[in-house]
């Protein structure tokens, strides 16, 4: 393409990656990066663990510097520069210096834009006062942490439970604010079913963390410019009839007292997500897609061909759903402005991957992570649905610091065709997302994941893997070998065994259940009708299977395994 000029709106994970792929593959472009903040790049995925102090040294935030982008890439970075205007005819655009006031306008062959996303910020009174905060860049992570350490606050309301509300609800517990979240939704971590997301849930707790689930605000106090308190409005009964719960939570102790509740605070945070800014694409014509982001083409390509858009701003193609969606994460955005920048300078370029959502959160030392698509979300893109457990240690027992994890795996019934994955635990919890997400990819059955050759050794797995038995759980249910009830799906009539130990079974179990441990079952077939319904479990699901094979070849006609055993069950 000879010495085209290359025009970059915004930095950070997008543009950052746009402009140094385009200088890689045209030495003789012109490439001129402009960003709005101070900061161009910048790692925001970082920022929570800063305010919390296992960051140290506030350096280590920055990637690069405009200095390092001109010396090590010969690349113009312009910080402070907000882009106001796309005159796509005459191919130029309108910048703002900041700092001088001074508008001008500056021409491209190309441009690429990737402005990022703002936090969602509702209009509450009071909600600019000065305790009030977002987290979405270093300017945001400045004020907090000027404000922690400078004002020494006791309470925080953490609003919004999704990645970076509990981000930064472990952040201000290890500077030792006491913590309360409050979640619209029936659970924390919106995006994993609810059996999921309740051992996070557990966890918070177990921390002090109040929670506030299925409520919403209804306005702030405030006083001498400062938030005191954070009023919730009325619990709303539709939401709070589907919770699934790990024991007594806050939201029940509110329903046996008032149905409006007052929360003191020292200091806010909104954490209630972000919308992409389309702002200057819309107004230059250019296609927003359904998802309310900016629609671009496998090149990243918007309705312009000359206009690129990457980031939180664009839209992506999911991998199982097959249509474009919004997935504010850093992977799409560093991928995809890498191609973006290759093929604005060249014209070529590979194609844009389909993505899965692949995400994970770390909390206290727990981590749940999840790739594709969660239960609730692929019913409601209307598949058949099929789903299994594997509850078991990241390594094989025997050798020491084994930390139990749970695997949820969704499946499409028709294809076998693996649509998602959740995980919750410890160590370990990374490895087999990635594994799903790698399969996920290629479009893998339940029957690829059955079969992968992975790596084994005492001290990082085991040599049938978690992976392999969620994905023999749901080979054994589509194969007809077992049935399941699921978490929140108790057995209604029929007779219940408990095949666990006696001991087990001293410590807590279903009422009504009768203990039959696995190893004298056989001997006690005769204590049970065959013609009734026949619901086993144990403590994770794999000795009940066992139970159900032996009461299914001896005549039983109606034999249940009810699902995450007393691990997930016993919640209900």
């Known amino acids: 393409m000879g010495k085209p000029r290359i025009l970059i709106v915004g930095g950070v994970a997008g543009g950052a990656n746009a402009a140094t792929r385009a ?21 925001n995925c970082g920022l929570p663990y800063y305010i919390g102090g296992q960051i140290a040294d506030r350096g280590k935030l920055f990637l690069a510097t405009p200095a390092y982008f001109k010396s090590t890439f010969n690349i113009d970075v312009r910080t402070g520069h907000e882009v106001l205007e796309i005159d796509r005819a005459g191919r130029r655009i309108q910048v703002l210096n900041r700092a001088t006031g001074e508008r001008r306008w500056e021409s491209y062959d190309k441009l690429i834009l990737s402005p990022g996303a703002s936090p969602i910020v509702p209009p509450w009174d009071g909600v600019a006062s000065e305790n009030v905060f977002t987290l979405r860049d270093v300017a945001d992570t400045d004020r907090i942490k000027s404000y922690v350490d400078g004002q020494g606050p006791r309470r925080a309301v953490v609003i919004g439970a999704g990645y970076i509300g509990l981000e930064m609800v472990e952040a201000l517990v290890e500077r030792g604010l006491a913590v309360t979240v409050v979640e619209q939704q029936p659970q924390i971590l919106p995006l994993l079913d609810a059996e999921i997301a309740a051992e996070i849930e557990a966890v918070l707790r177990k921390r002090g963390v109040e929670l506030h689930l299925a409520r919403t605000v209804e306005r ?49 945070l909104l954490a209630m997500g972000v919308r992409p800014n389309v702002k200057l694409a819309a107004s230059a014509g250019l296609t927003i897609g359904a998802s309310g982001a900016i629609a671009v083409n496998e090149y990243s390509q918007t309705s312009d061909p000359d206009i690129y858009a990457v980031g939180d701003a664009a839209e992506v193609r999911h991998v199982v759903l097959g249509r474009s969606v919004r997935v504010p994460l850093a992977g799409p955005a560093n991928r995809n402005g890498r191609l973006a920048g290759e093929h604005a300078v060249t014209g070529r370029s590979a194609r844009a991957t389909p993505v899965a959502g692949t995400a994970i959160v770390g909390v206290f030392g727990k981590a749940a992570a ?44 028709r294809t076998r065709r693996v649509l998602g994955a959740q995980a919750v635990g410890g160590a370990g919890v990374d490895k087999r997302i990635d594994v799903v997400a790698t399969v996920l990819h290629f479009g893998g059955t339940i029957d690829d994941l059955a079969g992968l050759d992975l790596a084994y050794a005492p001290q990082f797995g085991a040599a049938k893997d978690p992976v392999h ?98 691990t997930l069950q016993m919640r209900t």
């Open 23 to 43: 200088r890689r593959m045209n030495e003789q472009a012109e490439i001129v990066v402009f960003e709005a903040g101070e900061h161009v790049s910048f790692a």
């Open 220 to 268: 702030l106090t405030v006083r001498d410019g400062r938030v005191t308190q954070v009023h919730l409005a009325a619990h709303p009964e539709t939401l709070k009839s589907d919770r699934l719960e790990a024991g007594p939570t806050q939201t029940d102790r509110l329903e046996a007292g008032p149905t409006r509740a007052s929360l003191p605070a020292d200091l806010v």
């Open 370 to 413: 999840a790739t594709g698509l969660s239960v609730r979300a692929a019913e409601q893109a209307g598949y058949h649905v099929g789903w299994s457990y594997a509850i078991r240690g990241h390594h094989v027992g025997y050798y020491p610091g084994a930390e139990q994890m749970i695997l949820k795996l969704v499946y499409e019934r």
């Open 469 to 566: 038995i969620a994905a023999f759980v749901a080979q054994n249910e589509k194969d007809g070998l077992i049935r399941q009830r699921g978490v929140g799906e108790p057995p209604t009539d029929g007779q219940l065994i408990d095949v666990r130990s006696e001991q087990e079974v001293a410590a807590g179990a279903r009422p009504g259940a009768v203990n039959v441990p696995l190893h004298t079952l056989r001997g006690r077939l005769d204590e049970f009708y065959r013609d009734r319904p026949v619901y086993v479990y144990c403590g994770v699901g794999q000795r009940a299977y066992n139970a159900a094979r032996i009461l299914v070849q001896h005549g039983f006609q109606d034999v249940w395994n009810l699902a995450g055993g007393t």
